[in-house]
């Protein structure tokens, strides 16, 4: 998805559309890579919870 959302970007900088300039601050990249990064990990350990007693048999 990233990485789509780079393309459709550049496209549009390139085919001269109007953008907004971005504006996020480093605080902000900060808070949201922990926050993404935190839900990551509880989904893996919550699947790991759930699928590890059938991996054991």
Do not use: D, H, K
């Not at 996020?24 to 919550?46: H, K, P, R």
């Amino acid at each position: 998805m990233p990485i789509t959302v780079m393309l459709s970007y550049w496209y549009l900088q390139i085919s001269g559309g109007l953008l907004p300039q971005p504006s996020i601050s480093f605080l902000m990249l900060i808070i949201f890579f922990f926050a993404y990064f935190i839900g990551a990990i509880g989904e893996e350990v919550g699947w790991s919870g759930y699928i590890i007693e059938s991996i054991q048999r």
